[in-house]
């Protein structure tokens, strides 16, 4: 039995030191609860998202109106397919050159400032993740060494020790199941920029739509 649960602890050594490691390669200095492999870049730029009619400071001011409001939340839902969205704007991008490219811009800077919004909240929350892991990592590291101290003793418990083993077995799994779900949790802020891109993208496709041939 003693010699079941050191293999344990070897096993469980090795995991740790691969969590440790690996995640902390790909850390910016700059972010150290960061565990993307993608570089964190706290706001989502307008240039890499929108090349239509110049957003100037002005336009971010503009407060959204409750019918505007209700649209920006159906198109920056995820549940709503881009091809309903296309059919979202250019039932809401209307009116003379002038007025359709207002709207244009007031939608788009909608849509921006609620995206923005709620990739910084997932990125704020992939954070808590992290730090919640480490301090789970420092807690098994603790756990292993209370055991091989106990294990040491010349009149080791043995109860005790496995008792304390299997706790560990359990919050190691619960760690590992945890750390593979890291990929996926990384992967939502940069759907959500590509959602927004997307979304400007048709914004713009329906202002081109009416432009002059040249």
């Given amino acids: ?97 002038e007025v359709k490219q207002q709207k244009a811009k007031s939608l788009f800077v909608a849509l921006y400032s609620t995206l923005n919004a709620r990739r910084d909240q997932v990125m704020s929350g992939i954070e808590r993740f992290s730090r919640k892991q480490k301090a789970m990592a420092e807690d098994i590291r603790d756990k292993t060494q209370k055991i091989r101290e106990l294990q040491d003793k010349p009149d080791a418990d043995q109860t005790s020790s496995e008792a304390l083993a299997t706790q560990l077995s359990w919050q190691t799994r619960i760690f590992e199941d945890r750390r593979k779900s890291t990929t996926y949790v990384c992967d939502v802020p940069v759907l959500i920029e590509k959602r927004l891109f997307d979304l400007g993208r048709a914004i713009q496709d329906v202002l081109s739509a009416d432009a002059p041939a040249k």
């Fill in 1 to 97: 039995m003693a010699l079941s649960t050191r293999i344990f602890l070897c096993c469980v050594a090795v995991a740790l030191t691969m969590c440790a490691t690996q995640p902390a390669l790909a850390l910016d200095p700059r972010y150290p609860d960061w565990p993307c492999q993608q570089l964190k870049v706290p706001e989502i730029s307008i240039a890499s998202v929108w090349s239509g009619p110049p957003i100037e400071a002005i336009d971010k001011d503009k407060p959204v109106d409750a019918k505007d409001a209700e649209l920006v939340a159906r198109l920056a839902a995820r549940r709503t397919s881009m091809d309903d969205a296309r059919k979202l704007i250019a039932d809401y991008v209307t009116g003379t050159p």
